[in-house]
């Protein structure tokens, strides 16, 4: 699958990498295409990974994928157009922290709005489906490094473009009983405020390498 | 054990009528002595339950529980008077959720601040410990209604206080291990943020009958 993904940070860089080993043709976008982060790693993942503009990165992808930091992300797909956007599953990674005023960081969209719904409002055309954002990097693409059953989540208006996400979800090793649809794209709330409690886990831990379950009867 | 719980709604009786049974005597508070849903509550249950005031219920406990709407918990908890909570393990169980807008309900404190902060503010000599917010009264009582281990959480600035209520929370069937211990009272925050997940899922699932459990390596 073409795959295009913007943003060149950890959750970037680690999502596009595996997708290339599991075959997938993956180009990382960036502000500028000139981005040194981008085209070192294409460099080292061969000939289905390539660097360029966040624009490059939408034309190319079948689906992409929003892993800019939140604060960014509706300048960020503006730069990649709205017109390379229409009609595509829109997978929305992240997270609207602001970490202005220091640790740990506050949500700068939450309680009525979330960032995966003014996306949705900002790209009408777009199949935004908000996934994967609860869970760190290292465990997105390798759910096993957290043992047993935990949860994955996605939500979004369209179901056809949320099955897409959940194969790609298995293909990185989630079973199948680990995906809750939680629905619309209103959900999104739920998900990205739930990023308070993971940060405060994270630093009581000291680790990012949890995850959560849900358990019922 | 005394016990003052603040709050006849269904987490206040179904908290007080287990810790009746598990041998505490328990006064359930209301803002009325005459309030109905309390006196019956007492009636049931036997000679280690009253009913009375918010401030009887204070009065008595060596334990008080905030067991009210958080949007009325502050108010509450003054009427309670502050000199009854001085030096007392205060158990802040609420949720500052505002339904005024319909469902879901919004959260009238959040991100930056927390209720369980903002009563720790207004009551300082009382010792607050959040707990049990992220979880339906059922499940608080009954951790085996949600098959295997699951997560019960506890933040505070008082560790000797923290410690009381693990103590309670031993006694109504968690397990030590699904106790996890966020630190101080900012801890809050994410606490009730989660809770627009949790209202997400108790929508999508149809029953609260649900919890989570954090998994690490």
């Known amino acids: 699958m073409r795959i295009g993904i913007l943003g060149t940070g950890t959750v970037g860089r680690t999502l596009g990498a595996r997708l290339v080993q599991l075959g997938h043709e993956v180009v990382l976008g960036a ?10 790693w294409a460099s080292e993942l061969g000939e ?6 966040f624009a490059d990165a939408a034309a190319h992808g079948e689906v992409v994928v929003n892993a800019t930091a939140g604060v960014a992300s509706v300048a960020a797909l503006q730069a990649a157009g709205a017109d390379r956007l229409d009609g595509k599953v829109l997978v929305d990674v ?30 009408p055309a777009a199949r935004v489906v908000k996934a994967l954002n609860t869970i760190n990097a290292n465990v997105m693409v390798d759910p096993a490094r957290v043992p047993g059953e935990h949860t994955v989540f996605v939500a979004g208006n369209d179901p056809a473009a949320k099955s897409v996400v959940v194969g790609i979800l298995r293909e990185l090793g989630w079973p199948a009983s680990s995906v809750i649809d939680l629905g619309d794209i209103t959900a999104a709330r739920g998900l990205e405020m739930y990023l308070a409690l993971w940060i405060r886990l994270m630093l009581n831990f000291g680790t990012a390498d949890f995850n959560i379950k849900v358990v019922r009867p």
Chains 1, 2 share one sequence.
């Open 31 to 40: 502000r500028q295409a000139t981005n040194e982060a981008a085209r070192q």
């Open 94 to 123: 992240a997270n609207p922290l602001d970490s202005s005023a220091g640790m740990p960081p506050t949500l700068s969209i939450l309680n009525t709005d979330s960032l995966g719904e003014a996306i949705q409002r900002q790209f």
């Open 48 to 53: 289905r990974a390539a660097a360029g503009t």
